[in-house]
């Protein structure tokens, strides 16, 4: 079965970055797409980037310029590295295959101002 372990959330403050990461198991890791999402309290499930399995990146528009997602097919590794986190930024965040399977337990992050 497909598992995924999100880690790296936590408490920053406004501006400061944090790294994300996510381990799969139980799939070809190398021919997935995988996908962030995130969902802050009171709001829908949103889209946050994807990475194909050839590398090509997708982002949302919110956090293009700022966000990078990466992958280390060696690792089994998803990465989501953010950069001048804002408020608004504050939500629990989970890593997929893009085309399946379930959802990690996520991680939270939180930004203070």
């Known amino acids: 079965q497909v598992q995924l372990v999100e880690s790296g959330g936590g408490l920053v403050q406004a501006g400061g970055s944090l790294r994300l990461s996510c381990v799969t198991s139980g799939t070809i890791f190398s021919f997935n797409a995988m996908g962030w999402y995130r969902q802050a309290p009171g709001k829908q499930l949103e889209l946050v980037a994807r990475i194909s399995s050839g590398g090509r990146t997708t982002y949302a528009d919110f956090v293009k310029g700022s966000f990078i997602i990466s992958r280390d097919n060696a690792k089994n590794m998803t990465y989501l590295q953010m950069n001048s986190l804002k408020p608004e930024d504050t939500a629990v965040y989970y890593c997929?295959?893009?085309?399946?399977?379930?959802w990690g337990q996520g991680t939270q992050v939180t930004v203070s101002s």
């Open positions: 997929k295959v893009a085309a399946f399977g379930p």
